[in-house]
C-alpha cells in the first residue's frame, strides 16, 4: 500500500474515517514511527554493501541506513565479530589497535562519534584480496511522500503492511483520554502489530524452505 491508503485503512482501524480527530501531519509521523519500528523489531530487511579493502586501513565507514550487522565477508571467508572490550582484555600488556596482519575478526561501532566497521588485525596485505561484503539488517527509508510505499517498496513485505496500520493507530489513540474501551482497543491493534512481526520473523530471510539437517556456519574455510 502507499502511504495515503496505509492512512485511510489507519483512520479507519481508530474510528476516524474522515480523519478529523488526528491531522494529516499526526497520521503520517505515527506511520513512519510504525515503518521504523516494524523494520527494527522483524530484521526483515536487509542488504549486502560492498567496500574495498586498504592495506595499512583498519576501519571503514558503515552504510548510513545501516542499523545491525548479518554478516561480515572478506575475500569469501567469513570474519568473527568481536568487541574493544574483549581484545582489551586479552592485550593487557600490549595494544591491539597496532596489530597488523590478515584480519579474521571485525568490530562494529554504529553510534553516532564512529560509525563504522574495523578489521582486526589491520591488513598488511592485499595479495590474497580486497573484497569486503558486509550483509546488515537496514533501516528504511522514510515515506516522504502520499505515493511511497514503506518498508524500501519490498514487494514481500506487501504482506504486513497491516501491522503498520495497527501500530501507528494503536500510537494516535494514545492521544485519547484511556478508557476501558480505549485500551482494549489499542490492546487489539497492538497484538496484530505483533501477529505481522512475527510472521514476518518466520518468513523472511534467505532460504527458508532448507531442511535443516546440519548447521551451515559451522564450516569453516580457513
Not at 157 to 181: C, I, K, N, R
Request: charged residues 20%; aromatic residues 10%; glycine residues 2%.
Amino acid at each position: 500500500m502507499i502511504r495515503s491508503a496505509l492512512r485511510t485503512l489507519t483512520a479507519n482501524l481508530c474510528e476516524d474515517p474522515n480523519q478529523t480527530k488526528y491531522t494529516q501531519t499526526k497520521y503520517n509521523d505515527a506511520l513512519e514511527t510504525a515503518n521504523q519500528q516494524f523494520a527494527m523489531d522483524s530484521k526483515a530487511l536487509y542488504k549486502d554493501s560492498s567496500m574495498t579493502m586498504v592495506n595499512g586501513t583498519a576501519a571503514y565507514a558503515l552504510p548510513t541506513d545501516f542499523m545491525l550487522e548479518k554478516e561480515v565477508v572478506l575475500n569469501g571467508i567469513e570474519l568473527e565479530p568481536i568487541s574493544r572490550a574483549s581484545l582489551q582484555k586479552v592485550k593487557v600488556s600490549d595494544r591491539w589497535d597496532d596489530d597488523s596482519g590478515t584480519p579474521r575478526y571485525f568490530i562494529i561501532d554504529p553510534e553516532e562519534a564512529r560509525k563504522t566497521i574495523t578489521l582486526y588485525p589491520e591488513p598488511d596485505s592485499i595479495v590474497d584480496g580486497t573484497d569486503i561484503v558486509l550483509t546488515y539488517y537496514c533501516f528504511p527509508t522514510p515515506m516522504s511522500s502520499d505515493s511511497s510505499v514503506p518498508l524500501n517498496e519490498a514487494a514481500l513485505m506487501v504482506q504486513f503492511h497491516t501491522g503498520l496500520a495497527s501500530y501507528a493507530a494503536w500510537l494516535l489513540l494514545l492521544y485519547l483520554t484511556q478508557t476501558p474501551e480505549i485500551a482494549q482497543k489499542r490492546n487489539e491493534l497492538f497484538a496484530v502489530y505483533q501477529t505481522k512481526v512475527i510472521e514476518a520473523i518466520q518468513t523472511s530471510g534467505n532460504t527458508k524452505s532448507e531442511p535443516l539437517s546440519f548447521h551451515v556456519r559451522n564450516i569453516r574455510v580457513r
